[in-house]
Protein backbone atom coordinates (compact mmCIF):
# COMPACT_ATOMS: atom_id res chain seq x y z
CA UNK A 1 0.00 0.00 0.00
CA UNK A 2 3.12 2.00 0.34
CA UNK A 3 3.62 4.55 -2.34
CA UNK A 4 7.43 5.94 -3.41
CA UNK A 5 7.95 9.27 -1.83
CA UNK A 6 9.91 10.02 -5.17
CA UNK A 7 6.41 10.71 -6.87
CA UNK A 8 5.67 13.52 -4.84
CA UNK A 9 6.17 16.86 -5.87
CA UNK A 10 8.03 18.97 -3.47
CA UNK A 11 5.26 21.92 -2.88
CA UNK A 12 3.07 19.04 -2.16
CA UNK A 13 5.25 16.93 0.56
CA UNK A 14 5.53 20.59 2.08
CA UNK A 15 1.75 20.77 2.51
CA UNK A 16 1.90 16.91 4.37
CA UNK A 17 4.28 18.52 5.95
CA UNK A 18 2.24 21.00 6.84
CA UNK A 19 -0.70 19.11 7.93
CA UNK A 20 1.04 16.53 9.78
CA UNK A 21 2.14 19.46 12.10
CA UNK A 22 -1.06 21.35 12.82
CA UNK A 23 -2.13 17.44 13.78
CA UNK A 24 0.42 16.75 15.78
CA UNK A 25 1.88 13.32 13.93
CA UNK A 26 4.48 12.13 12.13
CA UNK A 27 4.16 9.56 9.41
CA UNK A 28 6.80 7.43 8.47
CA UNK A 29 5.72 7.23 4.46
CA UNK A 30 4.61 10.31 3.62
CA UNK A 31 3.40 8.40 -0.23
CA UNK A 32 0.84 6.46 2.51
CA UNK A 33 -0.57 10.03 3.96
CA UNK A 34 -0.51 11.44 0.10
CA UNK A 35 -2.69 8.20 -0.70
CA UNK A 36 -4.99 8.54 2.37
CA UNK A 37 -6.20 11.99 0.79
CA UNK A 38 -6.33 10.90 -2.94
CA UNK A 39 -9.72 10.68 -4.19
CA UNK A 40 -10.59 8.20 -6.36
CA UNK A 41 -11.91 11.20 -8.80
CA UNK A 42 -8.52 12.59 -8.87
CA UNK A 43 -6.66 9.26 -9.64
CA UNK A 44 -9.24 8.48 -12.72
CA UNK A 45 -7.76 12.08 -13.93
CA UNK A 46 -3.78 11.66 -13.80
CA UNK A 47 -1.64 9.14 -15.47
CA UNK A 48 0.51 7.00 -12.82
CA UNK A 49 -1.40 7.17 -10.10
CA UNK A 50 -3.00 3.73 -9.25
CA UNK A 51 -4.07 4.30 -5.59
CA UNK A 52 -6.97 6.24 -3.56
CA UNK A 53 -7.86 6.35 0.07
CA UNK A 54 -11.10 3.77 -0.11
CA UNK A 55 -8.97 0.67 1.04
CA UNK A 56 -7.61 2.97 3.97
CA UNK A 57 -11.12 4.36 4.51
CA UNK A 58 -12.35 0.66 4.98
CA UNK A 59 -9.52 0.05 7.45
CA UNK A 60 -9.83 3.69 9.26
CA UNK A 61 -13.91 2.71 9.66
CA UNK A 62 -13.10 -0.62 11.27
CA UNK A 63 -10.23 0.86 13.57
CA UNK A 64 -12.51 3.99 14.77
CA UNK A 65 -15.37 1.57 16.05
CA UNK A 66 -12.74 -0.81 18.11
CA UNK A 67 -11.81 2.16 19.64
CA UNK A 68 -14.61 3.69 20.19
CA UNK A 69 -16.17 0.92 21.61
CA UNK A 70 -13.05 0.22 24.16
CA UNK A 71 -13.26 3.59 25.52
CA UNK A 72 -17.09 3.48 26.08
CA UNK A 73 -16.43 0.47 27.52
CA UNK A 74 -13.79 1.26 29.73
CA UNK A 75 -15.14 4.80 30.98
CA UNK A 76 -18.00 2.69 33.06
CA UNK A 77 -21.10 4.33 31.46
CA UNK A 78 -24.79 2.64 31.02
CA UNK A 79 -23.89 -1.45 30.50
CA UNK A 80 -26.78 -1.25 28.50
CA UNK A 81 -25.68 -2.23 24.85
CA UNK A 82 -28.41 -0.02 23.40
CA UNK A 83 -27.40 2.82 25.11
CA UNK A 84 -23.73 2.29 24.36
CA UNK A 85 -24.77 1.64 21.00
CA UNK A 86 -26.66 4.89 20.37
CA UNK A 87 -23.60 6.92 21.68
CA UNK A 88 -21.13 5.09 19.63
CA UNK A 89 -23.09 5.25 16.70
CA UNK A 90 -23.27 9.73 17.01
CA UNK A 91 -19.78 9.32 18.14
CA UNK A 92 -18.32 7.58 14.42
CA UNK A 93 -21.39 9.04 12.53
CA UNK A 94 -21.06 11.17 9.55
CA UNK A 95 -21.87 14.29 11.03
CA UNK A 96 -19.08 13.95 13.90
CA UNK A 97 -16.33 13.43 11.01
CA UNK A 98 -17.25 15.66 9.10
CA UNK A 99 -17.17 18.36 12.29
CA UNK A 100 -13.08 16.79 12.97
CA UNK A 101 -12.90 16.98 9.38
CA UNK A 102 -13.58 20.44 8.89
CA UNK A 103 -11.60 21.24 12.63
CA UNK A 104 -8.44 19.71 11.02
CA UNK A 105 -8.60 21.03 7.98
CA UNK A 106 -8.47 18.43 6.09
CA UNK A 107 -10.46 19.48 2.93
CA UNK A 108 -7.27 21.70 2.18
CA UNK A 109 -5.26 18.32 1.59
CA UNK A 110 -7.67 16.51 -0.53
CA UNK A 111 -6.57 15.47 -4.29
CA UNK A 112 -9.90 15.24 -6.18
CA UNK A 113 -10.69 15.48 -9.91
CA UNK A 114 -11.13 18.80 -11.60
CA UNK A 115 -15.06 17.11 -11.99
CA UNK A 116 -15.38 16.59 -8.78
CA UNK A 117 -13.68 19.97 -7.38
CA UNK A 118 -16.58 21.86 -9.80
CA UNK A 119 -18.91 20.01 -8.37
CA UNK A 120 -18.48 21.51 -4.38
CA UNK A 121 -17.28 17.75 -3.52
CA UNK A 122 -13.83 19.17 -1.78
CA UNK A 123 -16.52 20.49 0.60
CA UNK A 124 -18.87 17.50 0.81
CA UNK A 125 -19.88 16.31 4.00
CA UNK A 126 -19.08 12.09 3.10
CA UNK A 127 -16.04 13.20 1.12
CA UNK A 128 -14.67 14.70 4.07
CA UNK A 129 -15.82 11.97 6.64
CA UNK A 130 -14.47 9.20 4.47
CA UNK A 131 -10.72 11.11 4.32
CA UNK A 132 -10.88 11.63 8.32
CA UNK A 133 -11.79 7.58 8.11
CA UNK A 134 -8.67 6.64 5.35
CA UNK A 135 -6.19 9.08 7.83
CA UNK A 136 -7.17 7.14 10.27
CA UNK A 137 -6.67 4.11 8.61
CA UNK A 138 -3.10 5.17 7.10
CA UNK A 139 -1.79 6.03 10.39
CA UNK A 140 -2.38 2.87 12.45
CA UNK A 141 -0.76 1.37 9.01
CA UNK A 142 2.17 3.88 9.25
CA UNK A 143 2.59 3.89 13.12
CA UNK A 144 0.75 0.97 14.28
CA UNK A 145 -1.81 0.44 17.26
CA UNK A 146 -0.61 2.59 20.25
CA UNK A 147 0.14 5.69 18.26
CA UNK A 148 -3.45 5.41 15.88
CA UNK A 149 -5.45 5.02 18.89
CA UNK A 150 -3.66 8.01 20.67
CA UNK A 151 -4.83 10.20 17.56
CA UNK A 152 -8.70 8.83 17.87
CA UNK A 153 -8.48 9.16 21.48
CA UNK A 154 -7.48 13.00 20.65
CA UNK A 155 -9.79 13.89 18.02
CA UNK A 156 -13.19 11.99 19.03
CA UNK A 157 -12.55 12.55 22.86
CA UNK A 158 -14.67 15.53 22.71
CA UNK A 159 -17.42 13.82 20.87
CA UNK A 160 -17.90 10.88 23.60
CA UNK A 161 -18.12 13.87 26.08
CA UNK A 162 -20.85 15.71 24.62
CA UNK A 163 -22.98 12.48 23.63
CA UNK A 164 -22.44 11.48 27.55
CA UNK A 165 -23.87 14.76 28.39
CA UNK A 166 -26.88 14.68 25.51
CA UNK A 167 -26.11 17.36 24.35
CA UNK A 168 -25.65 16.49 20.89
CA UNK A 169 -28.62 16.10 18.24
CA UNK A 170 -30.90 13.34 18.92
CA UNK A 171 -30.78 10.29 16.76
CA UNK A 172 -33.99 9.84 16.32
CA UNK A 173 -33.23 6.79 14.19
CA UNK A 174 -31.82 4.44 16.63
CA UNK A 175 -34.65 5.85 19.44
CA UNK A 176 -36.87 5.13 17.44
CA UNK A 177 -35.15 1.50 16.38
CA UNK A 178 -35.26 0.31 19.71
CA UNK A 179 -38.69 1.80 20.42
CA UNK A 180 -40.46 -0.05 17.74
CA UNK A 181 -38.06 -3.41 18.13
CA UNK A 182 -39.37 -3.63 21.93
CA UNK A 183 -42.77 -2.60 21.54
CA UNK A 184 -44.00 -4.20 18.04
CA UNK A 185 -41.09 -6.61 17.97
CA UNK A 186 -40.55 -5.09 13.91
CA UNK A 187 -38.47 -1.92 12.61
CA UNK A 188 -39.60 1.03 10.52
CA UNK A 189 -39.27 0.91 7.24
CA UNK A 190 -38.03 4.39 5.22
CA UNK A 191 -39.04 5.39 1.78
CA UNK A 192 -37.66 8.10 -0.29
CA UNK A 193 -40.90 9.49 -1.56
CA UNK A 194 -39.59 12.49 -3.93
CA UNK A 195 -36.21 14.45 -4.18
CA UNK A 196 -35.77 18.00 -5.51
CA UNK A 197 -33.22 19.94 -7.00
CA UNK A 198 -30.11 18.99 -8.97
CA UNK A 199 -27.90 16.55 -7.90
CA UNK A 200 -25.42 18.45 -6.00
CA UNK A 201 -27.68 20.08 -4.14
CA UNK A 202 -31.11 18.12 -3.86
CA UNK A 203 -33.55 17.58 -1.39
CA UNK A 204 -35.46 14.27 -0.18
CA UNK A 205 -38.01 13.91 1.20
CA UNK A 206 -38.14 10.42 3.24
CA UNK A 207 -41.46 8.91 5.21
CA UNK A 208 -41.32 6.04 7.90
CA UNK A 209 -43.38 3.35 8.34
CA UNK A 210 -44.55 1.59 11.78
CA UNK A 211 -46.97 -1.26 11.56
CA UNK A 212 -48.74 -0.12 8.39
CA UNK A 213 -48.85 3.47 9.84
CA UNK A 214 -47.27 6.47 8.25
CA UNK A 215 -45.10 9.37 9.60
CA UNK A 216 -43.84 12.12 7.53
CA UNK A 217 -42.38 13.59 5.18
CA UNK A 218 -38.75 14.21 7.05
CA UNK A 219 -36.89 16.53 4.81
CA UNK A 220 -33.51 16.75 4.63
CA UNK A 221 -30.68 17.94 2.09
CA UNK A 222 -29.03 14.31 2.48
CA UNK A 223 -31.13 10.78 2.34
CA UNK A 224 -29.95 10.31 6.37
CA UNK A 225 -30.73 13.82 7.65
CA UNK A 226 -34.51 13.50 5.99
CA UNK A 227 -34.60 9.76 7.66
CA UNK A 228 -33.74 11.56 11.32
CA UNK A 229 -36.66 14.00 10.09
CA UNK A 230 -39.09 11.23 9.69
CA UNK A 231 -38.24 9.50 12.71
CA UNK A 232 -38.35 12.27 15.06
CA UNK A 233 -41.62 12.86 13.32
CA UNK A 234 -42.90 9.60 14.78
CA UNK A 235 -41.22 9.34 18.04
CA UNK A 236 -43.49 12.70 18.64
CA UNK A 237 -46.79 10.70 17.10
CA UNK A 238 -46.36 7.65 18.93
CA UNK A 239 -45.11 9.66 22.44
CA UNK A 240 -48.68 11.61 22.08
CA UNK A 241 -50.54 8.38 21.25
CA UNK A 242 -49.06 5.33 23.33
CA UNK A 243 -45.92 7.14 25.54
CA UNK A 244 -42.82 6.24 24.63
CA UNK A 245 -40.75 4.60 27.65
CA UNK A 246 -38.41 7.06 29.25
CA UNK A 247 -35.37 4.80 29.08
CA UNK A 248 -35.23 5.37 25.66
CA UNK A 249 -33.52 9.01 26.37
CA UNK A 250 -35.97 10.93 23.82
Same mark, same amino acid.
Do not use: M, W
Given at each position: MRRSENIIIKSRKQNLIRFQKNLGIRFKSLGLLNTALSHKSYV? #???? +??? &????LEFLGDA?????????????SLDSREGFLARIKSYVVSEQTLHRI???INIQRYLLIGKGEEKSGGRHRKGLIGDSVEALIGAFYVDSGYRQARRLVERLFFK #???? +??? &???????????????????KTVPVYSVIKTKGPDHKRTFFVQVTV???????GIGKSKKQAEQNA??????ALKKKRGIDKTLNM
Open positions: N #ETDG +VSE &NYEKFLGLVISDCLYRRGQE #EIIV +VEK &NLHEKDYKSILQEYVQKRFKKQTFGPAGFALS
